[in-house]
């Protein structure tokens, strides 16, 4: 009884020794990344500039666990067009700082809000959202509506999608969900990005870029953090709110997106009759590196109609 209690512990256990192993994010790791860093109350922030050398300013805010590249190919659109595009990584993700604690909507609010205003962005922004980072914008947006031109969503989270039984259960589950996400979610998640390997992409080694934020300790404990807060919040008062003020919104879904479906265009337009939407065809999840030219091709009239 007593090796079997003990080989239980060693089972239970060697997830969180595994974790604990994985090295830092620090400065060795971060000698390579590209673009610059902020010092924020909540850590250090990777971020990027791209596009125009001068011009209005889109920001771009990505999902769950593709980190600021996934944007790449759509800033390049946008400094065609005339933006200067500013793109970050999340805390948790990419070069960014992995802290501790509840990664809910407030949580990355607070991270975006610090970063306007270590850049000096006051107003007349662009806000852009992929994924989760659908969730954040809208709840941005519905406290700081004075500092947006307009907003654009692409497959955004926040409208009653579900996760799955597997992500649902690790979410609600306590130290045994964190046990099995630890344990499970690293071979999960190069499975999903191999699987998208050879398929065309207009960011070249963006699944690369994926499965290499789990070399670093606090990747898997941030996502399953954001599952609990961010990915778990009703965003319906948030997008009431900005439809109350007038801000406008263009959505952009997959129309084979399986994880957050177009049929969530229906509730955002219970919520927001004004927004604009555009429904991509074949394209799943992977928006906005898969069919980036479609989504760019969305944008235009609308960003071209609202900057005048």
């Known amino acids: 009884m ?3 209690l003990l080989a239980l512990a060693v089972l239970f256990l060697a997830p969180f020794a595994r974790e604990a192993a994985r090295p830092t994010m620090s400065g060795r790791a971060r000698q390579d990344a590209p673009g610059q860093f902020a010092d924020l109350p909540q850590g250090r922030t990777h971020y990027r500039w791209l596009g125009a ?6 920001v771009c805010v990505h999902g769950l666990t593709t980190p600021s590249p996934v944007w790449t190919a759509i800033a390049e659109g946008l400094g065609e067009m005339g933006y200067r595009v500013l793109i970050y990584d999340l805390n948790g993700r990419g070069y960014s700082d992995r802290p501790r604690g509840l990664q809910d909507c407030a949580f990355f609010v607070r991270q975006l809000s610090d970063l306007l205003a270590d ?3 006051v107003n ?3 806000l852009l959202g992929y994924s989760m980072g659908g969730a954040i914008v809208p709840a941005f947006a519905a406290q700081r509506p004075d500092m947006l031109r307009q907003i654009v969503l692409i497959a955004p989270a926040g409208l009653g999608h579900d996760l799955g039984p597997g992500l649902r259960l690790m979410a609600g589950t306590g130290a045994l969900g964190r046990w099995a996400m630890l344990s499970v979610y690293g071979r999960s998640m190069r499975r999903a990005c191999a699987a998208q390997r050879d ?4 960011v070249p080694g963006i699944t690369q870029i994926q499965i290499g934020q789990l070399r670093h300790r606090g990747f898997i404990p941030a996502v399953l953090s954001s599952l609990h807060g961010a990915l778990n919040e009703h965003m319906e008062q948030a997008h009431r709110t900005i439809a109350a003020v007038g801000v406008p919104l263009l959505a952009i879904w997959g129309a084979a997106d399986e994880i957050i479906p177009p049929s969530g265009k229906d509730t955002l337009s219970d919520w927001n009759p004004d927004a604009t939407h555009h429904i991509v065809p074949q394209a ?3 928006l906005p590196y898969s069919h980036s030219s479609d989504a760019l091709k969305a944008m235009r009239p609308h960003l071209i109609h609202v900057a005048g």
């Open 199 to 202: 398929q065309p992409v207009s």
């Open 119 to 121: 850049q000096g962005i």
């Open 2 to 4: 007593t090796w079997l």
């Open 284 to 286: 799943g999840h992977a």
């Open 124 to 126: 007349d922004v662009t």
């Open 53 to 58: 050398d001068s011009g209005p300013v889109a």
